[in-house]
T-cell receptor, first 111, second 111 residues
């Protein structure tokens, strides 16, 4: 069974902090994704990666960056957290030409 | 880019009734359409998917239909049960590149 693990289920940070959200998958998938989930807006893609050290912007990349130094790990970085980044963050991974598998999500609150 | 619209946003049915959730998409290049179920506090899980070379797919009590000409696809759940209560998301993808999600439908099955 595919396992996508996000390091924290709940996280509370302060405005202006640099925040790291970590995601690890154990199935050697090439593709990894970061989404944010907000009520009434569904899932919106922030960044994705097709391979190590490769990244591409999704639909809402502003205020975020990512890092993929190893194939199994994809990190989302909030450079300077703001209150409008309070949200549920979902990581996903998938092999080629297959559907995505999601992690349990990190509920991030920025105070 | 692709735009996926999903209706209704909330749906309440009596146990045993059928439920239908509809999605439309805008990009004719989209050719893969998964449906995800997200129970409260849990990760989205793939429940059924359809590719553009078929018009209908069924798996026990759930089915998905696709009308490529009209650019819409629907999820049908028959003989609903309380455990079907969840948020359901549709998505559209072009060759498994980016996935575009609908805004979600909260289904409530009343016992």
């Amino acid at each position: 069974d595919v396992k996508v693990t996000q390091s924290s289920r709940y996280l509370v940070k302060r405005t202006g902090e640099k925040v790291f959200l970590e995601c690890v998958q154990d199935m050697d998938h090439e593709n990894m994704f970061w989404y944010r989930q907000d009520p009434g807006l569904g899932l919106r893609l922030i960044y994705f990666s097709y391979d190590v050290k490769m990244k591409e912007k999704g639909d809402i990349p502003e205020g975020y960056s990512v890092s993929r130094e190893k194939k199994e790990r994809f990190s989302l970085i909030l450079e300077s957290a703001s209150t409008n980044q309070t949200s549920m963050y979902l990581c996903a991974s998938r092999p080629e030409v297959q559907p995505q598998h999601f992690g349990d999500g990190t509920r991030l609150s920025i105070l | 880019g692709e735009n996926v619209e999903q209706h209704p946003s909330t749906l309440s049915v009596q146990e045993g009734d059928s439920a239908v959730i509809k999605c439309t998409y805008s990009d004719s290049a989209s050719n893969y359409f998964p449906w995800y179920k997200q129970e409260l506090g849990k990760r989205p899980q793939l429940i059924i998917d359809i590719r553009s070379n078929v018009g209908e797919k069924k798996d026990q009590r759930i089915a998905v239909t696709l009308n490529k000409t009209a650019k819409h696809f629907s999820l049908h759940i028959t003989e609903t049960q309380p455990e079907d209560s969840a948020v359901y998301f549709c998505a559209a993808s072009d060759n498994f590149n980016k996935f575009y999600f609908g805004s979600g439908t909260k289904l409530n099955v009343k016992p």
